[in-house]
């Protein structure tokens, strides 16, 4: 009896130098290389988004009067970029010349870790970043005084027996540090988000392949 075509394709996956099919080897390879290829194309143009966003963010900051935001802004966020940069030099280091499913297997290793990574430094971010809008407008010039200054004299004047911490209400050093409590315990989850907005299509194209090449070689 004849092989069947499905018979052919597992056994030109499972012998990575058998001739019987290798079309379909090479016709996944690209699959695998374009996928890839895509996938750091979307991210080295988000790097510099980010990159030209942080910087026209910090001159904005000057402009308006809260350098404090625009300055811990940047710093955050190139951060963020050198770590991702980093990331992306390891991918770049992933031999294309293996089979498509060790290529896929290896990329898909590479966002593992990728992820996990970005999820501990968003633990950090989201917080930092409001904490910079915060102090940003609390020392921000208003008519020669403080906005936060003149803030908590308004506060005062309607609730003059406010409890002041380092002048500051208790009850705003409350809601902040609860506020910025949540943004760490769901910064991974907020990352995670953005993650998907904007790579959801390659992931799920990603996941596609490998299960193909998987029900093969099964």
Same mark, same amino acid.
């Not at 001739?19 to 143009?45: E, G, T």
């Not at 917080?127 to 609390?138: A, N």
């Not at 004299?153 to 002041?164: D, W």
């Given at each position: ?31 695998? @290389? ?8 979307? !991210? ?11 910087? @026209? !963010? ?80 609390? !020392? ?79």
């Amino acid at each position: 009896m004849e092989r069947s075509i499905e018979t052919i394709w597992k056994e030109g996956f499972i012998k990575s130098d058998a001739l019987v099919a290798p079309k379909i080897n090479n016709l996944y390879n690209q699959k695998s @290389i374009h996928i890839i290829d895509k996938f750091k194309r979307m !991210f080295k143009i988000n790097l510099m988004a980010i990159v030209a966003f942080s910087f @026209i !963010f910090l001159i904005v900051s000057f402009i308006i009067g809260i350098p404090i935001t625009g300055i811990l802004f940047f710093m955050m966020l190139s951060v963020l970029v050198f770590i991702n940069k980093s990331l992306l030099n390891d991918l770049d280091k992933i031999d294309q010349g293996e089979s498509s499913y060790q290529y896929l297997k290896a990329f898909n290793e590479w966002i593992h870790k990728q992820v996990a990574i970005n999820i501990r430094v968003s633990r950090f971010l989201y917080p930092i970043i409001f904490l910079s809008m915060i102090l940003g407008f609390w !020392f921000k010039d208003a008519e020669g005084v403080p906005l936060g200054e003149r803030l908590v004299s308004e506060i005062l004047h309607g609730f003059p027996n406010t409890y002041l911490i380092f002048g500051v209400p208790l009850i705003g050093i409350v809601i902040v540090t609860l506020i910025l409590g949540l943004l760490a315990y769901f910064g991974g989850h907020i990352y995670k988000w953005d993650l998907n907005i904007v790579y959801g299509r390659v992931f799920k194209k990603l996941e596609e392949l490998m299960a193909d090449i998987e029900s093969l070689r099964s």
